[in-house]
């Protein structure tokens, strides 16, 4: 059992209750939410003990149901916590973060056996939303149970797309698995320059970009980018260093995220829950930021990756 296993059975005990909830509730297709919900909790919960093709089969099962329709739930909860202190409601917000990184830095130090392998990063989030959650509590007078289903009917109005980054990701890692990243770096080698440095890093920085805006998700375009322009071209032929080439790139990526209806939960639901008549609003404000940025961002990779 690793370090990160009692994370997984806490948020596969989350989704159960938001499954129970769901075939409780008064929101259409209550068996739809349900199974949608279970079976999130079963893959959480057991995913660790499955063998690979019922794990397999499972995520095609939440695929088949969020693509056949998933309803959405509109929230029951009162807006009476939210009224009570709102102005200091910041601090467990601005807490979570900040608890994050300083764990994150710390507790590699510390030489934890117990963490030993484990995503670090991961264990400083879930500590610092366990420090934030009591101090949220404390300033809105209410009990916990109440911001767990809160929470539910959150995830429930975003439905099947909050999954949206974590199914992408994995994508990325079987397409870096397949060996995507080293096709694209023979295709590319083969109409481009590559050889020639400011080639290189346009290419690299505008297909992060271009392949997020096609999966919807920077992390899944990253090792397929990566492999196929980053590491063979600008670090092995150009000699870029790459701790701020990975970090760019990513930046890069994320650019291509404000441009992209494939970024679901970013672009498309704060649609859906602020009722805008736009569908592409949310997008539209971000192209003056993300063209910009993306642009800078080439710049960044030419003045700082290369000694």
């Not at 397409?175 to 440095?197: K, Q």
Request: proline share 6%.
């Amino acid at each position: 059992m690793s370090a990160l296993t009692p994370i997984y059975w806490l948020l596969g005990a989350y989704f159960a209750r938001i499954a129970w909830r769901a075939w409780h509730g008064a929101a259409p297709r209550p068996r739809t939410r349900t199974a949608f919900y279970a079976t999130l909790s079963v893959l959480f919960a057991f995913g660790d003990w499955m063998p690979a093709q019922l794990a397999g089969a499972l995520v095609l099962l939440v695929a088949a149901i969020a693509g056949f329709g998933l309803p959405e739930s509109t929230s029951s909860q009162s807006a009476q916590a939210a009224d009570r202190g709102r102005s200091q409601l910041l601090w467990p917000i601005l807490l979570i973060p900040a608890l994050t990184v300083a764990l994150t830095l710390l507790i590699p130090k510390l030489a934890l056996s117990w963490l030993s392998g484990a995503n670090v990063a991961v264990v400083a989030l879930v500590v610092a939303c366990g420090t934030a959650l009591p101090l949220a509590l404390a300033i809105t007078r209410e009990r916990a149970m109440h911001a767990i289903d809160a929470g539910g009917d959150l995830f429930e109005a975003i439905g099947w797309a909050a999954m949206l980054p974590l199914l992408l990701a994995v994508l990325g890692s079987v397409f870096a698995a397949a060996g995507v990243g080293d096709a694209l770096a023979t295709l590319l080698g083969a109409w481009l320059p590559l050889d020639v440095r400011w080639v290189a890093v346009i290419a690299y920085g505008l297909g992060m970009a271009l392949l997020t805006m096609l999966m919807g998700n920077a992390f899944a375009a990253f090792p397929v980018i990566a492999g196929g322009i980053g590491l063979p071209f600008l670090v092995n032929v150009h000699g870029a260093d790459p701790a701020p080439l990975a970090a760019i790139g990513m930046l890069s990526g994320y650019c291509g995220t404000l441009l992209t209806p494939m970024a679901a939960n970013f672009n498309l639901v704060p649609v859906a829950l602020l009722d805008l008549k736009d569908r592409y609003a949310v997008i539209r404000a971000q192209v003056p930021t993300a063209l910009p940025l993306l642009a800078g961002n080439l710049i960044l990779i030419g003045v700082l990756c290369f000694r």
